[in-house]
Structure formats: C-alpha cells, structure tokens
Nanobody, 124 residues
Framework: QVQLVESGGGLVQAGGSLRLSCAASGRTFSTYVMGWFRQATGKEREFVVAISRSGGSTSYADSVKGRFTISRDNAKNTVYLQMNSLKPEDTAVYYC?????????????????WGQGTQVTVSS
C-alpha cells in the first residue's frame, strides 16, 4: 500500500509560481509511474502531467506545456510539480497519483494511489 501526501498549494497572483510536492510512503516508489491531476470546481478531473519511474520521460497536457515541470527524487520518495506563469484557469485542487507500471496514462482510472489533494488558487 502506498500513501501519497501533497503539499505546497496556496494562493498566488497570476504570473506567479508555486511548487507542489508529493511525498510517498513505502519502499516501492521507484516502481510507480507518477502523475498530477487537477479538478476545478464544477469540472471533471483532468490530467496535467506524468513522469516515468526513472524520471527520464514525461508527458504534459497541452494546457501546461512550457509552464509546468514535473520531477521526482526516488531517494526521497517525492515527486514535484513546479508551476510557473500561473493563470486563473489553473485554479483547482491538484492531486498526486501513482500506479505500478511503465506506460503513461492520462486516464485517471488507471492510477491506483491518490493523495488527498492540495488547493491552488490563482487570482487575476
């Protein structure tokens, strides 16, 4: 069983930056593809980005390409999401998720483990 705990959310002005962290429990973190999803009020949860087990490959949603960067530190069992040039439309609860596998999935149903979410609010 893997437990994921996000942190780093908050309120920021448009154009600003935030760095989210997701700490995982357990010894098998390096065997999980990790992803970030987000859900705005009244909308469905959407894929943001995923990173391979080694951290060597990533996949981004078009809406965040060039602004967000995912990374991971397997020694610290942590995945990060650096968010720059934030826009009001980035406002959402951000969730960290993971599954044991090797393919990138944008379908949230493929991810077995989920954090509790962290709120990101971008003011205009």
């Amino acid at each position: 069983q893997v437990q994921l705990v996000e942190s780093g959310g908050g309120l920021v002005q448009a154009g600003g930056s935030l760095r989210l962290s997701c700490a995982a429990s357990g010894r098998t973190f390096s065997t999980y593809v990790m992803g970030w999803f987000r859900q705005a009020t009244g909308k469905e949860r959407e894929f943001v980005v995923a990173i391979s087990r080694s951290g060597g490959s990533t996949s981004y949603a078009d809406s965040v390409k060039g602004r967000f960067t995912i990374s991971r530190d397997n020694a610290k069992n942590t995945v990060y999401l650096q968010m720059n040039s934030l826009k009001p439309e980035d406002t959402a609860v951000y969730y960290c998720a993971g599954y044991s596998g090797s393919f990138f999935y944008t379908d949230s149903g493929r991810y077995k483990y989920w954090g509790q979410g962290t709120q990101v609010t971008v003011s205009s």
